[in-house]
């Protein structure tokens, strides 16, 4: 018998890094409006996309945003190009919002990356306040950065996806461009774990479950010999 990949849905940061050591992929949903955003940025030419916690946070796990902004500013200075910073609050000012990320900011700096633009986290209509194309973009958020920050500290094998739509999909295409990241994903690891960033976010509860369904149906399609699994196995 062929061996199986495994798909599971999972929530919160802790539990993307409990997956992460079981040797899954990570695709984080944080639908309002971490992965939207980023989604988004991908549609408009951005590079590469980065999650990342604030200075602070409450999650119970370990995370680097300082490492994810030198990572982050190695990736840009390859490519010659600069970064642009996704940050929260939605309102105010940047000043604020640098605030938020200093950490993150030091690593850039650290690395000597160019930080083009600080935008807020505005999910599809992020990407009509400056020009991603060929950026390297980082977004740090509370719930989505956090979780994807937390799993990229135990595998570089983690992306983002979403159900909502974004500057340039709309109906089931989000989803289905999510899942075939999964799909790609889960062929450099033992599976893929669909993660909610946040446990108490419905939206991305039930998000993080239709592209776990979608990714289980196009790994049939394409032959891949998967498993549903729950996350205590």
């Known amino acids: 018998m062929a061996e199986y990949k495994k798909i599971m849905v999972t929530s919160d940061a802790s539990g993307a890094v409990k997956a992460a050591r079981q040797g899954l992929a990570i695709l984080v949903v944080d639908v309002i409006d971490m992965s939207t955003t980023l989604e988004s940025a991908l549609d408009e030419g951005a590079l590469k996309v980065f999650g990342a916690s ?47 990320c200093q950490k993150l900011i030091g690593g850039l700096n650290s690395q000597g990356a160019i930080i083009e633009a600080v ?14 194309e060929n950026r ?14 937390a799993a990229y500290q135990e595998t570089n094998l983690v992306a983002t996806g979403t159900v909502a739509r974004t500057l340039r999909q709309k ?16 062929s450099q690891s033992a599976g893929v774990a669909v993660v909610a960033a946040s446990g108490n976010s419905q ?21 891949i010999p998967c498993r549903v699994i729950e996350e205590n196995e």
Not at 136 to 149: L, Q
């Open 171 to 186: 109906g089931t295409e989000p989803a289905n461009t999510g899942a075939r990241r999964g799909i790609e994903l889960m």
């Open 54 to 100: 604030p200075d602070f946070t409450r999650a119970p796990v370990k995370v680097d945003p300082e490492r994810i902004g030198r990572i982050a500013a190695r990736v840009a200075l390859e490519a010659d190009t600069g970064v642009i910073v996704v940050a929260e609050p939605r309102a105010g000012g940047n000043e604020e919002r640098l605030q938020r």
């Open 119 to 132: 935008v807020p986290n505005l999910g599809a209509e992020t990407p009509r306040l400056t020009d991603f």
């Open 136 to 149: 390297v973009v980082v977004a740090v958020t509370d719930t989505g950065g956090v979780a994807f920050d």
């Open 203 to 223: 939206e991305d509860i039930l998000a993080a479950r239709y592209i776990m369904e979608t990714i289980s149906v196009l790994a049939a399609q394409q032959g």
